[in-house]
T-cell receptor, first 119, second 115 residues
């Protein structure tokens, strides 16, 4: 069975601080996908990133960066120079890979981290 | 390109009533997923379709729940004889089942309150 753990329930930072959101996962599959989604107060889940398990290269997109370490089963998310608009709940998710199509299957989500960025 | 839409956005019902939710996926997407999210938790998988075929159902999906995707486009999720424990946000997502383009995009959800 798959499991995603986001141990940080709530984090509060002051604007312009850097913040890292932790994600640890469990799976018996050797290949899988990892995702991060953002859920702002409006409630709609917004896709941020998708990572294949055999690609451990870290990724940077603007103020966002992701650190994937297969050896520790972690996929952490860092926001640099945080802004008030970053305030949201952030979810890490894991998916098996459908053998026939090579595509992702249903997502297993963590319980989320509520990030509050104070002005 | 329009995103995933869900209707209604909010539903309040009395215990024992039946409710039906609708999801319209992104037009070219062949996969459609239903999830349920309760307060303070991440979404939990309920079921998914590829085209009109329902390929998997979670153990969370009791006999009172049924989902359809009759023509491989929109989908409906019906809950019969609602219980207070059914109160949650019901999320729909769609994707194109092809390697590299299979990211799931979510709709705004339907919030169900069972009194």
């Amino acid at each position: 069975a798959q499991k995603v753990t986001q141990a940080q329930t709530e984090i509060s930072v002051v604007e312009k601080e850097d913040v890292t959101l932790d994600c640890v996962y469990e799976t018996r599959d050797t290949t899988y996908y990892l995702f991060w989604y953002k859920q702002p107060p409006s409630g709609e889940l917004v896709f941020l990133i998708r990572r294949n398990s055999f690609d451990e290269q870290n990724e940077i997109s603007g103020r966002y960066s992701w650190n994937f370490q297969k050896s520790t089963s972690s996929f952490n998310f860092t926001i640099t120079a945080s802004q008030v608009v970053d305030s949201a709940v952030y979810f890490c998710a894991l998916s098996e890979i459908d053998i026939s199509s090579g595509s992702a299957r249903q997502l297993t989500f963590g319980s989320g981290t509520q990030l509050t960025v104070l002005p | 390109d329009t995103g995933v839409s869900q209707d209604p956005r909010h539903k309040i019902t009395k215990r024992g009533q039946n409710v039906t939710f609708r999801c319209d996926p992104i037009s070219e997407h062949n996969r459609l997923y239903w999830y349920r999210q309760t307060l303070g938790q991440g979404p939990e998988f309920l079921t998914y379709f590829q085209n009109e075929a329902q390929l998997e159902k979670s153990r969370l999906l009791s006999d009172r729940f049924s989902a359809e995707r009759p023509k491989g486009s929109f989908s409906t999720l019906e809950i019969q004889r609602t219980e207070q424990g059914d109160s949650a946000m019901y999320l729909c997502a769609s994707s194109l089942a092809r390697r590299g383009t299979d990211t799931q995009y979510f709709g705004p959800g339907t919030r169900l309150t069972v009194l």
